[in-house]
């Protein structure tokens, strides 16, 4: 059964940083794209960033560019995002999901609806 875990969820003040970790069981990453998700409350799941299968193409939102960064190991079937510089607007839960596909797009990572498995979330609290 394909499972994802993510973790490294927490509080933080403005301007201050954060690494989430999404690790698999159950199936090997290295088939999937994986994107990170996050939700606010009251507002719809949007896409953060993605990563295709092989790590070597990225997308990310404009609200997060130059602040997050996507990463995978595949040797230890866990991906990661590094967010930097956190505001406020951050705040969030943040999942990770996957996709059996080799190459990913701005477009997919718009679209969480196609993601097939998915995390129970992590929840990212950014204060001013």
């Known amino acids: 059964q394909l499972q994802l875990v993510e973790s490294g969820g927490g509080s933080v003040q403005s301007g201050g940083s954060l690494r989430l970790s999404c690790a698999a069981s159950g199936f090997t990453l290295d088939a999937y794209v994986i994107g990170w998700f996050r939700q606010a409350p009251g507002k719809e799941r949007e896409g953060v960033s993605c990563i295709s299968s092989g790590g070597g193409s990225t997308n990310y939102a404009d609200s997060v560019k130059g602040r997050f960064t996507i990463s995978r190991d595949n040797a230890k079937n866990t991906v990661y995002l590094q967010m930097n510089s956190l505001k406020p607007e951050d705040t969030a839960v943040y999942y990770c999901?996957?996709?059996?596909?080799?190459?990913?797009?701005?477009?997919?990572?718009?679209?969480?609806?196609?993601?097939?498995?998915w995390g129970q979330g992590t929840q990212v609290t950014v204060s001013s």
């Open positions: 999901a996957a996709i059996g596909a080799i190459a990913t797009d701005q477009r997919m990572c718009a679209t969480p609806q196609i993601f097939g498995s």
